[in-house]
């Protein structure tokens, strides 16, 4: 089955920007989506479509993607951003259609 | 307003059965399709099923043969049926909304609810 990785964690300053990977095989070829989640809190949905921006979420969050990576950053990072951010494709050959990227920690320093 | 609220988790022993609700206001379950995605503790999102809005369903290899995605329309609820739990099936379990644009490419989670956790354990 199709394998999202993502680094464990990231740290950033704040004020700074924070990019967070996701690898796959040609993960360039399909749609990545980003989710955000506090501790104890269920998942948010920050980016979709690889960089289209759901009703809410600040323009500091954006994504790309290309060639084995996505990438989700975030400018001019804030206190309240820390969380951990996990991306996640549609796989849809196989029978494991979903597949979820490992998480990454994001640490404002 | 789209809520989610999940309902039927807590400890069972190995072997054991439970079946998860997830009521859900604001749209109609019948015409979005649905999913759980699992979360054992301290580690990834896991994605366990999907049901369509159809009659599809579709399950993660780790719980194919032991767990049954369905919903009842006229409570706007989904549900899961979870058999023959074991240790490893130990996780909060969260129910949501799933977007699948008309070119059907992609699949994404616009809505979660707030997470049922599941311990099983003797």
């Known amino acids: 089955s199709y394998v999202l990785t993502q680094p464990p964690s990231v740290s950033v300053a704040p004020g700074q920007t924070a990019r967070i990977t996701c690898g796959g095989n040609s993960i360039g070829s399909k749609s990545v989506h980003w989710y955000q989640q506090k501790p104890g809190q269920a998942p948010v949905l920050v980016i979709y479509y690889d960089s289209d921006r759901p009703s809410g979420i600040p323009e500091r969050f954006s994504g790309s993607n290309s060639g084995n990576t996505a990438t989700l950053t975030i400018s001019r990072v804030e206190a309240g951003d820390e969380a951990d951010y996990s991306c996640q494709v549609w796989d849809g050959t196989g029978d494991h259609p979903v597949v979820f990227g490992g998480g990454t920690k994001l640490t404002v320093l | 307003e789209v809520q989610l609220v999940e309902s039927g988790g807590g400890l069972i022993q190995p072997g054991g059965s439970l079946r998860l609700s997830c009521a859900a206001s604001?749209?109609?379950?019948?015409?979005?399709?649905m999913s759980w995605v699992r979360q054992a503790p301290g580690k990834g999102l896991e994605w366990v099923s999907v049901?369509?809005?159809?009659?599809?369903?579709y399950y993660a290899d780790s719980v194919k043969g032991r767990f049954t995605i369905s919903r009842d329309n006229s409570k706007n609820t989904l549900y899961l049926q979870m058999n023959s739990l074991r240790a490893e099936d130990t996780a909060v379990y969260y129910c949501?909304?799933?977007?699948?644009?008309?070119?059907?490419?992609?699949?994404?989670?616009?809505?979660w609810g707030q997470g049922t956790l599941v311990t099983v354990s003797s």
């Open positions: 949501a909304r799933v977007v699948v644009p008309a070119s059907s490419s992609s699949l994404w989670f616009d809505y």
């Open positions: 049901i369509y809005s159809g009659t599809g369903t």
């Open positions: 604001g749209f109609a379950v019948s015409s979005n399709y």
